[in-house]
């Protein structure tokens, strides 16, 4: 880059330099720049007026083009990527961005005068001597792009399988998946005029929590006969608890087997509350069992998709720029 405006502190993109996994040149040209230079900055660029205004010197429309074909699809590896892409006015997926400044093992941590630490980056040379012994940007010589490319694809290698496997979860905690699904209508919210009268859905808790739900029954007074003269007894009341399918039911009618017309009515009551719970049974266990299939696949695709991710690492080439 070569500065722009006044004093030259803005910079503006004078050399484009990439290379793929093998460290082979893809791509290396000079770009010709719009505005008048005010900086060239040979003594760390190595750009000189004559490269930029030279015939192989490209716009930088053209160069948008070119690297944007280049890096479509690709692992973009490099130190600090966030000037390089600004630059040139360029975006390129996060989740795709291997940047050697931001890694937190290739970071320093400093600790503030509030024993509070942060980590910041570090210099290019300084992981290259630390990590490969190796000397790069040495002080009174011009910088390389080429070299620098190589030194942070060389860097990335050292560490690729620990920065996939935190990359693969980065983009999974940043991104959930959501359940969209609709949920079924349940006849669980349907209240029936026996539960009414015991505040709640009778046969549903009968199937569900295994309780006997104890519904009063009306008394009747039954007209007995005085065993000595005849004279029909109003006074007595017979009663007893007989519980049949989880009901209590204290009516004459049921301690001495007959069935009277109101008896009958509450037996039929009786039966249709109990095929409602059954019905609500098999459908609460049908939603259970496709709950259980969506989760499976579910899992399944989650698997599926980490099982490519895996392999597509290894068929793209990642790039440096």
């Not at 003594?43 to 930029?52: A, C, M, Q, T, Y």
């Not at 093992?105 to 630490?117: G, H, S, V, Y």
């Not at 301690?255 to 509350?273: D, I, L, M, V, Y």
Request: hydrophobic share 30%.
């Amino acid at each position: 880059m070569v500065g722009v405006g006044m004093g030259g502190l803005d910079s503006a993109l004078a050399r484009v330099s990439i290379i793929n996994w093998n460290n082979e040149i893809v791509l290396d040209t000079y770009v010709k720049v719009d505005q008048e230079v005010t900086d060239y900055r040979t003594f760390v660029s190595g750009i000189r007026p004559e490269h930029i205004e030279s015939e192989s010197a490209i716009s930088l429309t053209e160069v948008q083009m070119i690297v944007t074909n280049i890096l479509k699809g690709k692992i973009l590896i490099g130190h600090a990527l966030d000037n390089d892409l600004n630059v040139m006015g360029l975006q390129h997926p996060c989740c795709d961005i291997r940047d050697t400044a931001q890694y937190a093992p290739f970071m320093r941590t400093i600790t503030k005068e509030n024993d509070e630490k942060i980590s910041c980056p570090r210099k290019l040379k300084d992981l290259v001597w630390e990590k490969f012994n190796k000397h790069i940007q040495v002080m009174g010589k011009a910088h390389s792009p080429v070299e620098d490319s190589i030194a942070a694809m060389d860097l990335y290698k050292s560490a690729r399988q620990e920065w996939e496997i935190e990359k693969m979860h980065e983009v999974n905690r940043a991104a959930p998946q959501q359940d969209t699904r609709e949920p079924m209508e349940s006849m669980h919210r349907r209240c029936s005029p026996l539960a009414e009268r015991a505040g709640c859905d009778a046969g549903n808790q009968l199937l569900f929590n295994h309780q006997a739900i104890h519904l009063p029954a009306p008394q009747q007074q039954q007209h007995m006969r005085n065993p000595q003269d005849g004279t029909p007894v109003r006074s007595q009341i017979y009663s007893r608890h007989q519980q049949h399918d989880g009901y209590h039911t204290n009516s004459p009618a049921a301690f001495h087997g007959s069935a009277s017309p109101r008896s009958k009515a509450t037996s039929t009551r009786r039966n249709q509350e109990l095929s409602r719970a059954k019905v609500v049974a098999a459908l609460h266990q049908q939603r259970m069992r496709w709950q259980q299939q969506q989760q499976q696949q579910q899992q399944q695709y989650q698997y599926q998709q980490q099982q490519q991710q895996q392999q597509t690492l290894h068929m793209r080439y990642p790039v440096y720029i």
